[in-house]
């Protein structure tokens, strides 16, 4: 007999993340872990591409380059 039941075989359409600043969908799947996304703040949260750029462009990201 044929089961015409596609069980487990879910099409897993994964959410995406949203900006936390403008609430656009990302293009960062939301299982992404977080050290291999793109354009992740930490303590902020997962931003666009646009809003990270701004960001950075206005100098939110200090990362300290001279740590000597
Ligand atoms: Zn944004």
């Known amino acids: ?3 015409n039941h596609e069980a487990g ?3 897993v359409h994964s959410e ?3 900006c936390v600043l403008c ?3 990302t293009d960062i799947p939301k299982d ?3 050290s291999r996304r793109k354009y992740y703040l930490e303590g ?3 931003l666009c591409a646009k809003c990270y750029y701004e960001l950075y462009g206005a100098g939110v990201f ?3 380059q001279d740590t000597e």
Do not use: A, D, L, S
Request: proline share 10%; net charge positive; hydrophobic share 20%.
């Open 1 to 3: 007999m044929n089961r």
């Open 9 to 11: 075989h879910t099409p």
């Open 16 to 18: 995406m993340e949203r």
């Open 23 to 25: 609430w656009r969908e």
């Open 32 to 34: 992404t872990p977080v």
């Open 44 to 46: 902020q949260g997962q």
């Open 62 to 64: 200090r990362y300290t």
